[in-house]
């Protein structure tokens, strides 16, 4: 469906060029100033140096032609040259009722779909799912689901940790502890157990144990760089061991994603690369763009209109050994041949952004992409406890994930047995603590723009009220249960759910339910534009907001005037059914009841 501010922008760029002006100059906006109108036009200003007239003159004669249009209540031009509009009721009503069946609720699918792939989560194998990950999981989930639901073919790949040092480690601390299994025999040629040697807690506790005697230890660091050249040369044994610390490790990873309803199309890792560079790092030396220097093999990607300096990005170290940009570039590689891809995004750490700028402009000046492939580093900033500092226990360790998201249900919990409302059993509490939970975290990292550090503040982002998941949550809940007594009353009177039309706004508040409501396609447009969930979660903020206002001041069950009161129960079916759509896109979903 064409947008709202389209349909308005369409007809000021008609009434430009009646008044023998440039359309170009209609451009209309939200009004910045609410109490006076509800869209803008400045273009007159702009025109004015133009046209050499004072602009006031040519919003008056774009005013008059504005005039004649059915869709505006009323037009004015003001000083110095503005143009406010207020939109006609009746035609804000009709577009929503056009909206309320249109089953992509106005959201049209994109004119040119893209295949994008999007590389999020990349949590490492082995080390346990910490809060730093929390913020590429749920940003990047967000992004897919924005792309997917403007039509795009999104395919999202978590890009394992699963190659470096830390296997290294976990091998050689397992051969001290366990030297007589079979891992450790190079004679053996039998078949490996199925049965890893470990659960998954153990081998959270072996890595960071390895990880520190490492630091203290040369010669077990020694052994682990040996295990980890091994691994990669092949050892038949250590391959087995890596493939049991992948399956426990995946297995674990997967049902702490579930937890945060987030999922992937790919679970690929770095080790999937790995087949790549060997023909990767032949063509690039073999074109000229890849050199020696003090034996190490690097390729220049500096510009000259740097601001800051770009390092050559180095391709093998001077041992042989590649990099992390080596694996990212070979990732590449493997992706377009794959997927074919028309973008790549990358959901990390804003303190990666270097890596990423070299990664891209080492892949497009040694032709490992078509020119026109797009890349996008999205760099998200560092989740902060009140302190200000990075997020820690109470202890002052590193938070994990399932802690986090365990404290937060629980907070949730108390909350939702504590609201007196409460009419559903406690077993029922748990669970919509555990969705409300979710929404709590999730909105509570989205609403920032990703790029910003922000506060993790349990009490603030748990709260029903404000700008939180679960205020967003209870207003759908509250609409569902006007819905639910709605579908009694009639019920009792023995009459069908009927299925009234959307009629002209009786208020105010009505009316700016309305036109916020209408906007939801051009939120989710704006939003994907600079790939910002914060944006719809201002959105629905705003969407929350005035519904209640609305709800405030309206009796709608008692209304005693049939079409108005079918009007308002599809009205708020809307909002609902935009609100749940929006929350389907950030990655969470609401409960029945809270
Ligand atoms: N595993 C990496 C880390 O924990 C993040 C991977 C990001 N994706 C990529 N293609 N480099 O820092």
């Known amino acids: 469906m064409k947008k709202l501010i389209d349909e308005i922008s369409e007809v000021t760029a008609e009434a430009f060029r009646a008044a023998g002006y440039d359309p170009k100059y209609a451009r209309v906006t939200i009004s910045n100033r609410p109490d006076l109108c509800e869209y803008q036009c400045n273009g007159a200003l702009a025109a004015a140096k133009e046209y050499h007239k004072a602009p006031l003159m040519i919003a008056e004669a774009v005013v008059e032609a504005m005039k004649k249009a059915a869709i505006f209540q009323s037009v004015d031009a003001v000083k110095p040259g503005f143009i406010n509009i207020i939109a006609d009721p009746g035609f804000v009503s009709s577009y929503l009722e056009k909206m309320r069946h249109d089953d992509r609720l106005s959201v049209d699918p994109a004119a040119h779909p893209e295949t994008i792939v999007i590389d999020y989560g990349g949590p490492n194998v082995a080390k346990p799912l910490h809060v730093g990950h929390l913020r590429s999981a749920v940003i990047g989930e967000s992004v897919k689901r924005m792309g997917r639901r403007l039509g795009h073919r999104v395919i999202g790949d978590v890009h394992l940790g699963d190659w470096g040092l830390q296997m290294g480690l976990i091998i050689a601390e397992l051969a001290e502890r366990k030297p007589n299994l079979p891992y450790f025999d190079e004679s053996f040629t039998g078949e490996y157990p199925s049965e890893a040697p470990f659960t998954i807690s153990e081998l959270e506790e072996i890595y960071p144990t ?28 250590y391959r087995a061991l890596w493939k049991q610390i992948m399956n426990v490790s995946v297995t674990d990873l997967k049902k702490n994603y579930e937890k945060l309803n987030v999922s992937f199309d790919l679970w690929k890792g770095e080790s999937d690369a790995q087949p790549y560079i060997g023909p990767m790092v032949e063509k690039m030396k073999k074109d000229g763009y890849a050199y020696e220097d003090q034996g190490a093999l690097i390729v220049d990607v500096a510009e000259p209109d740097d601001q800051k300096e770009v390092p050559p990005c180095m391709i093998l170290k001077s041992d042989g050994a590649s990099l992390y940009t080596t694996t990212d570039l070979a990732t590449i590689v493997q992706r377009v041949q794959d997927y074919h891809p028309d973008e790549i995004i990358y959901v990390v750490d804003k303190r990666q952004e270097m890596h990423f700028i070299q990664t891209f402009r080492c892949a ?18 560092t989740m902060n406890g009140k302190d200000g500092k990075p997020f820690k226990t109470r202890e002052g360790g590193v938070m994990r994930l399932e802690t986090l998201i365990r404290d937060i249900d629980d907070e949730m919990y108390k909350k939702i047995v504590d609201n007196e409302n409460r009419s559903s059993a406690n077993e029922d509490a748990r669970e919509t603590a555990g969705t409300v939970g979710l929404s709590a975290l999730k909105y509570g990292d989205l609403s920032n723009q990703a790029s910003k550090d922000y506060v993790f503040d349990v009490d603030r982002f748990t709260s029903f ?94 209304e005693k005037d049939e079409a108005k009161k ?29």
């Open 364 to 381: 497009r000046k040694c032709g490992l992409v078509s020119p026109d492939l797009k890349f996008k580093f999205i760099g998200f900033g």
């Open 566 to 594: 079918e009007s308002w129960i599809s009205l708020i079916r809307l909002v609902k059914d935009v609100l749940e759509d929006a929350i389907d896109v950030l990655g969470f979903s609401a409960p029945d009841r809270m």
């Open 210 to 237: 390895a990880s520190k005697k490492s630091k203290e230890d040369d010669a077990f660091k020694e052994k682990a760089l040996e295990a980890t050249a091994q691994l990669q040369k092949g050892r038949r044994g």
């Open 465 to 558: 009220e404000g700008n939180t998941g679960p205020y967003i949550l209870y207003t759908i809940v509250r609409i569902k249960s006007i819905l639910g007594k709605y579908r009694d009353q009639q019920a009792a009177s023995q009459q069908a759910e009927s299925d009234g039309a959307i009629i002209s706004p009786a208020g105010d508040p009505e009316k700016k339910l309305m036109l916020q409501t209408a906007r939801w396609n051009e939120a989710l447009e704006d939003a994907w534009a600079d790939y910002a969930p914060h944006r719809i979660c201002a959105y629905i903020y705003e969407l929350a907001n005035d519904f209640n206002s609305f709800y405030h001041e309206t009796k709608i069950l008692s």
